[in-house]
């Protein structure tokens, strides 16, 4: 078997290498970031699923100012309707960590999380977006329809064979295969059977997928430099997305205490935790997590979890204390570089990989 980097997946979105910046909601990916990984022959992506739908606009349109390459813009595919059962409950646990940050206490009324889905996909159709992914499940099927009427590609991420043959019977033009490795939130679309998410490795998953589907999967989850996407390559997947090793890019919006919990952190500092967002995801354990964890309480479900938690991450951004922000990130950090521009990222891990396939 003779393995090439200029996959199938190059081809179909136009692209030099087989790279995917992911989607990074929260600010990771801004428009510099996903502009200098196109540029350099990636495929950037706008982690777009928190902005609202001008601040997206205008990404996109700032993006298409510094770069005339292709790029993508991720979004959730989910309900994001609020229930407000136990509420009150999880505010009196969270008023203990506003405590500590000095913050007020949450306001006694309901959750309310505003859901601008349809909007949101409203302005990646007017502004034709090269390629729309999503998360936690697919685009409704006249949205599809409206994206391949409008050459938009579409590209779900998904966690076991059975999501990814929904995401090819319902059209989707590629898949991401999402390893428990993986940084952030975990793609499984219900978590009914698997409340902390499918959690299956990527070395395993990937195969296992590659051997069920006919569209082209790009693995996801751990892959750090030009082994991975070798590695990956040999699974049968025709592409790689990476996002942990980006968060410490010069171009990343990651705050400078994550980026520097990351650059001190290792292969055994994350764990999966509800305790964000109400669904699971990868990231470093921190103080938040074991105040959290040791107050035995479920969190609340996706989304209102994520929504009444915001004002105490955001207020530990504003104070620089990573110990309560999210630090999403994946298993692989010990192989992070610090200070790197994301072109030389994807420079260093393409000349890695020709090595050693050479
Ligand atoms: C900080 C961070 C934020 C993420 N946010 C999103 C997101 O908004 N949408 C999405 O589809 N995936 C998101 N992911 C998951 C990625 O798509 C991908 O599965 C993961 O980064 C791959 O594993 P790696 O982090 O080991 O490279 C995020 C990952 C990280 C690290």
């Given at each position: ?96 960590i506003?405590?500590v940050l ?182 470093i354990n921190n103080g938040f997590i074991r105040q959290w964890d040791a ?17 105490i991450?955001?207020?530990a951004?504003?104070?620089?204390n990573a110990d309560y922000m999210?630090l ?31």
């Amino acid at each position: 078997m003779s393995i090439q980097l200029e996959t199938d997946i190059c081809r179909m979105f136009n692209i030099r290498y087989p790279i995917f910046l992911a989607g990074m909601a929260g600010g990771i990916s801004t428009a510099k970031l996903v502009a200098a990984v196109s540029d350099a022959g990636g495929l950037g992506t706008l982690g777009a699923a928190y902005m609202e739908p001008a601040a997206i606009r205008e990404a996109i349109q700032e993006i298409r100012q510094l770069t005339n390459a292709p790029f993508a813009v991720n979004l959730f595919a989910i309900d994001v309707s609020d229930n407000q059962t136990r509420v009150k409950e999880v505010q009196i646990e969270l008023n203990q960590i506003r405590d500590v940050l000095g913050i007020p206490h949450a306001a006694e009324e309901p959750v309310v999380t505003p859901d601008f889905f349809e909007q949101q996909l409203a302005v990646l159709f007017e502004e034709r977006v090269p390629v729309i992914s999503t998360a936690f499940g697919f685009l409704k099927e006249s949205f599809l329809q409206q994206a391949q009427s409008a050459g938009i590609r579409i590209v779900t991420m998904v966690t076991t064979v059975r999501e990814a043959l929904l995401a090819e019977q319902a059209g989707c033009d590629a898949i991401v295969a999402q390893g428990s490795e993986a940084g952030g939130h975990r793609g499984t679309f219900d978590l009914a059977n698997h409340p902390m998410g499918a959690n299956v490795g990527t070395l395993a998953l990937v195969p296992q997928i590659v051997d069920c589907v006919k569209i082209p999967v790009i693995a996801a989850g751990g892959i750090m430099d030009g082994r991975g996407l070798v590695a990956a390559l040999a699974l049968g997947a025709q592409g790689v997305q990476m996002g942990t090793r980006f968060l410490t890019a010069v171009e990343s919006g990651t705050h400078a205490a994550y980026k520097q919990t990351l650059m001190e952190s290792t292969e055994e500092s994350t764990v999966l935790t509800k305790v964000f967002s109400g669904r699971p995801a990868r990231g470093i354990n921190n103080g938040f997590i074991r105040q959290w964890d040791a107050s035995g309480l479920d969190p609340l479900l996706f989304p209102t979890q994520n929504t009444v938690t915001r004002d105490i991450r955001n207020a530990a951004a504003r104070q620089r204390n990573a110990d309560y922000m999210s630090l999403w990130a994946g298993q692989g950090t010990r192989l992070l570089t610090s200070g790197q521009q994301a072109e030389t990222i994807i420079k260093e891990t393409v000349q890695q990989a020709l090595n050693i396939l050479s």
